[in-house]
């Protein structure tokens, strides 16, 4: 006589993988069409199929025998593909957040590189005094370093960079 799904289920749920091994070999198939009906894609199926099968032996472990085993374990196969859907469906808005994240890093990128070419073309048109100034005042140099490098005042540096400033803005202006 063969044993019952609940006896196997039970027996399984104690440690008995022969148990288990009977149980998962009678309903394999069974959780396989069911997880396809789900899903609708054949690769999809196996992959939920053997999520399923990895999870029982720890599920069985709740089954108490109220339901017939197999109503019991449609209801597993259906809650492992509710939670495989939300788990894409998250996946896929998280994946759209970072596409936001990376159109706007990129975004930033070419504005900052626009901004960086228009800084050199503009620092271009500056007489070279200024030009000297600038470059050495944008390397983080300060005043004071600045004028000892060019062998001029301080207050030289800082009338040359103002000087800049204005020639700049007003080439920013021409252009809007």
């Known amino acids: 006589m063969e044993a019952s799904d609940e006896r196997l289920a039970m027996a399984a749920a104690a440690g008995d993988d022969a148990a288990f091994a009977a149980l998962l070999a009678r309903h394999y198939d069974r959780v396989f069409r069911l997880a396809f009906r789900l899903t609708g894609r054949a690769a999809e199926a196996e992959d939920l199929t053997q999520d399923v099968a990895l999870a029982l032996p720890a599920k069985l472990r709740g089954f108490r025998g109220d339901a017939r085993f197999t109503t019991w374990l449609y209801r597993v196969v259906v809650n492992a593909a ?51 100034t600038v470059a050495l005042v944008l390397d983080d140099l300060t005043h004071r370093e600045a004028a000892e490098v060019l062998g001029v005042s301080e207050g030289t540096v800082s009338w040359r960079i103002s000087e800049a400033k204005k020639h700049l803005k007003a080439l920013k202006e021409a252009e809007a």
């Open 82 to 132: 509710s939670d495989r859907r939300r788990r894409s469906a998250s996946r896929s808005r998280a994946a759209l957040g970072w596409g936001e994240v990376e159109r706007a890093r990129r975004s930033e990128a070419t504005e900052a590189a626009a901004a960086q070419t228009w800084l050199e073309d503009a620092m271009s048109t500056l007489p070279e005094a200024l030009r000297d």
